[in-house]
C-alpha cells in the first residue's frame, strides 16, 4: 500500500504564551534553524528568547487566529482532505515537524496500516537545509530506529512545476487586471535564510529565482508587463540575510514614485503569521508610512483545489 505524507512547519497549539513558548522552544533548538554553537545559542534561546518572544509573539498569533484556529494548521488540514479525496489508493496524511501530529507519529501509523511504500512530500518548492533538511533529518532518523524499512521516497524541490507557476500567475494577473489602481511593481517575496554556508543560501536564492522567472514569464504570456522584483522577507536574529528585504524594499518604493504595489509569496504554500501579519501589517505599514497608497496581496495556495493538480504531478500521477 502507497502511502503520502504531506509536511509542514507548524503552529503554536494556541497564542497562549506557553503554547508560543513550547513551539518556539522546539523550533528555535534545531540546529538546522539556528546554526549557532549550541553551548553559545541554547543559553541565549532559554535565557533570553523565550522569556520574551512568547508573550510578544502570542499578542501577533491572537490576531490571525481564526474559529478553526492557525491558518497554517487549518489550511493544511485542508489541503490534506483535498488530497485524501483525490487520491482514494492513496493513504494520505499530513504531519508538522515542529508540532502536531508529528511525522514520527505519522510514520508509525503507516507502518501499524501496513503501508509499505512511502513518500513524505515537504510543502515547500524551493529547499533549505532549515525547511526541507529538517524534515528529512526527522523522517530518516525515524527509520534508522525501525526494523521495517519500507521503499522511501522524500519530494525535494520543485520551483518550476507548471501547475504551481501557473496559478500564481493567473492569480497576479487577476488582481492586476481587477477593480482599483493597477499595481506598478510586482513583488515576489520568499522566506528570508541567513548568509552562511549551513543554510545552502545561493542554491535557495537560485531556486527562488527559478520560480520567480517562470512567473514572470508566464505574466508576460498573459499580457502583464507589470516589472516584477525578487525580494526576501522575515529575518530572525544577527547576521546579514538574502537581500532584498522585503520590507526594506517595500519602504523605499515611493521615493521611487512607486505608490502601487502587488505582492505575492511562491514559497508559502498557506497563509500563515509571516503573511498576515508580517506583511499585511508591518510591509503594509512600511509601505503606507513611506508614501504608498494601494498595497494589494496575492494569497498563498491555501486550500485551492490546484494543489491536487501540483501534487498528482510530483507524485507521476
Same mark, same amino acid.
Given at each position: 500500500?502507497?502511502?503520502?505524507?504531506?509536511?509542514?512547519?507548524?503552529?503554536?497549539?494556541?497564542?497562549?504564551?506557553?503554547?508560543?513558548?513550547?513551539?518556539?522552544?522546539?523550533?528555535?533548538?534545531?540546529?538546522?534553524?539556528?546554526?549557532?554553537?549550541?553551548?553559545?545559542?541554547?543559553?541565549?534561546?532559554?535565557?533570553?528568547?523565550?522569556?520574551?518572544?512568547?508573550?510578544?509573539?502570542?499578542?501577533?498569533?491572537?490576531?490571525?487566529?481564526?474559529?478553526?484556529?492557525?491558518?497554517?494548521?487549518?489550511?493544511?488540514?485542508?489541503?490534506?482532505?483535498?488530497?485524501? +479525496?483525490?487520491?482514494? =489508493?492513496?493513504? %494520505?496524511?499530513?504531519?508538522?515537524?515542529? $508540532?502536531? *501530529? #508529528?511525522?514520527?507519529? @505519522?510514520?508509525?501509523?503507516?507502518?501499524? +496500516?501496513?503501508?509499505? =511504500?512511502?513518500? %513524505?512530500?515537504?510543502?515547500?518548492?524551493? $529547499?533549505? *537545509? #532549515?525547511?526541507?533538511? @529538517?524534515?528529512?533529518?526527522?523522517?530518516?532518523?525515524?527509520?534508522?530506529?525501525?526494523?521495517?524499512?519500507?521503499?522511501?521516497?522524500?519530494?525535494?524541490?520543485?520551483?518550476?512545476?507548471?501547475?504551481?507557476?501557473?496559478?500564481?500567475?493567473?492569480?497576479?494577473?487577476?488582481?492586476?487586471?481587477?477593480?482599483?489602481?493597477?499595481?506598478?511593481?510586482?513583488?515576489?517575496?520568499?522566506?528570508?535564510?541567513?548568509?552562511?554556508?549551513?543554510?545552502?543560501?545561493?542554491?535557495?536564492?537560485?531556486?527562488?529565482?527559478?520560480?520567480?522567472?517562470?512567473?514572470?514569464?508566464?505574466?508576460?504570456?498573459?499580457?502583464?508587463?507589470?516589472?516584477?522584483?525578487?525580494?526576501?522577507?522575515?529575518?530572525?536574529?544577527?547576521?546579514?540575510?538574502?537581500?532584498?528585504?522585503?520590507?526594506?524594499?517595500?519602504?523605499?518604493?515611493?521615493?521611487?514614485?512607486?505608490?502601487?504595489?502587488?505582492?505575492?509569496?511562491?514559497?508559502?504554500?498557506?497563509?500563515?503569521?509571516?503573511?498576515?501579519?508580517?506583511?499585511?501589517?508591518?510591509?503594509?505599514?512600511?509601505?503606507?508610512?513611506?508614501?504608498?497608497?494601494?498595497?494589494?496581496?496575492?494569497?498563498?495556495?491555501?486550500?485551492?483545489?490546484?494543489?491536487?493538480?501540483?501534487?498528482?504531478?510530483?507524485?507521476?500521477?
Amino acid at each position: 500500500m502507497r502511502g503520502l505524507l504531506i509536511v509542514n512547519l507548524g503552529s503554536p497549539d494556541s497564542p497562549a504564551p506557553s503554547d508560543v513558548r513550547t513551539f518556539l522552544a522546539k523550533f528555535l533548538s534545531d540546529p538546522r534553524v539556528v546554526d549557532f554553537p549550541r553551548a553559545v545559542w541554547l543559553p541565549i534561546l532559554h535565557g533570553i528568547v523565550l522569556r520574551v518572544r512568547p508573550r510578544k509573539s502570542g499578542a501577533i498569533y491572537k490576531t490571525i487566529w481564526t474559529p478553526e484556529g492557525s491558518p497554517l494548521v487549518v489550511y493544511t488540514k485542508r489541503q490534506h482532505q483535498l488530497l485524501k +479525496e483525490a487520491l482514494p =489508493d492513496w493513504n %494520505v496524511k499530513y504531519a508538522m515537524t515542529y $508540532t502536531r *501530529p #508529528s511525522i514520527n507519529s @505519522a510514520l508509525r501509523a503507516f507502518e501499524d +496500516e501496513g503501508v509499505d =511504500d512511502v513518500t %513524505v512530500l515537504p510543502l515547500y518548492a524551493q $529547499t533549505t *537545509p #532549515s525547511s526541507t533538511g @529538517a524534515v528529512v533529518d526527522q523522517v530518516l532518523d525515524f527509520y534508522r530506529s525501525q526494523e521495517h524499512h519500507p521503499h522511501l521516497r522524500i519530494v525535494g524541490k520543485w520551483p518550476t512545476q507548471p501547475d504551481y507557476v501557473n496559478w500564481h500567475a493567473k492569480q497576479i494577473a487577476d488582481r492586476v487586471r481587477g477593480e482599483g489602481p493597477a499595481p506598478q511593481m510586482i513583488l515576489l517575496s520568499y522566506h528570508g535564510v541567513p548568509q552562511r554556508a549551513a543554510h545552502k543560501p545561493e542554491g535557495y536564492r537560485q531556486e527562488c529565482l527559478e520560480t520567480s522567472s517562470a512567473i514572470e514569464s508566464q505574466l508576460r504570456q498573459l499580457g502583464v508587463d507589470v516589472p516584477v522584483l525578487t525580494t526576501f522577507q522575515s529575518k530572525f536574529g544577527p547576521g546579514k540575510w538574502l537581500g532584498p528585504a522585503t520590507i526594506d524594499t517595500m519602504a523605499s518604493l515611493p521615493g521611487r514614485g512607486i505608490t502601487s504595489v502587488l505582492i505575492a509569496t511562491p514559497a508559502f504554500i498557506s497563509d500563515c503569521i509571516e503573511t498576515v501579519d508580517e506583511l499585511d501589517v508591518l510591509n503594509q505599514n512600511a509601505f503606507k508610512e513611506a508614501g504608498g497608497q494601494h498595497y494589494q496581496r496575492v494569497a498563498p495556495i491555501n486550500d485551492d483545489p490546484v494543489i491536487v493538480d501540483i501534487v498528482k504531478d510530483l507524485l507521476g500521477e
